[in-house]
């Protein structure tokens, strides 16, 4: 077994889910008392939140780029990224380690390609549904169509994210808005939506959806374990 190392802390709420669904996945796998071979550097998230609201991306970035090298350092075979929005940098701090990255856009679109989706909708931090980095790796990598919410309705998710879900906050009245938006973008021709923001799962799961729902969180981890058990 591999040792995972885990970039988290962006917040420690998804991380909780990462390193629970990880070690839920290896004892799937492996059975008996087995857990994962895994590392976490937690980074301050307040520090994150902020630098990313001023724009200072340099700074985040090499925030990231220490936490992969001291999880290289401590002996991780392989980088995840706990958040969606930091793979904003994923090739810098892939390029400042010897190890590969897991890319969470890769692990989920491989889902949706091999389940045969087209139009996908895209929801996350502002910083994910407005910026190129990942919405168009799904377009240029894996060629789907990637439509994402109204201005207005993209200040909504961006809000709740950060104001509610980091915060471990779950409200009934929040989760009814996001539904909302859901059904606005399946009602523009969305065939699936990905849940891209690793708090969202928190709030919003398949049960409460009439389309498919990409859980990016648990993807993401899922993959981890699958690198983790891979024999070379």
Request: with cysteine.
């Amino acid at each position: 077994m591999k040792t995972i190392g885990l970039i988290g802390g962006m917040s420690w709420e998804s991380s909780l889910l990462y390193y629970q669904i990880i070690n839920q996945r290896i004892k799937e796998k492996l059975g008996g008392h087995h857990s994962a071979k895994s590392l976490m550097y937690s980074v301050d998230f307040q520090e994150i939140k902020t630098l990313q609201h001023q724009g200072k991306w340099d700074e985040a970035t090499q925030i990231m780029i220490d936490s992969a090298q001291k999880l290289e350092t401590g002996g991780a075979d392989v980088i995840v990224i706990c958040t969606n929005t930091m793979h904003k940098m994923a090739k810098e701090v892939e390029e400042s380690v010897t190890i590969p990255l897991l890319h969470i856009a890769d692990a989920t679109a491989n889902e949706m390609v091999k389940d045969g989706m087209k139009k996908v909708a895209l929801l996350g931090t502002a910083f994910t549904m407005e910026q190129d980095f990942y919405k168009g790796r799904l377009i240029e990598k894996f060629g789907l169509d990637v439509i994402v919410p109204n201005e207005a309705e993209r200040v909504i998710i961006h809000d709740i994210i950060y104001q509610e879900l980091c915060l471990g906050i779950i409200n009934e009245e929040s989760k009814h808005s996001y539904l909302k938006i859901i059904n606005n973008l399946s009602q523009q021709g969305a065939e699936t939506v990905i849940l891209g923001c690793t708090e969202i799962t928190l709030l919003v799961s398949q049960d409460d959806c009439s389309i498919p729902v990409y859980d990016t969180t648990r993807l993401h981890a899922e993959s981890a374990v699958d690198f983790a058990l891979k024999v070379d």
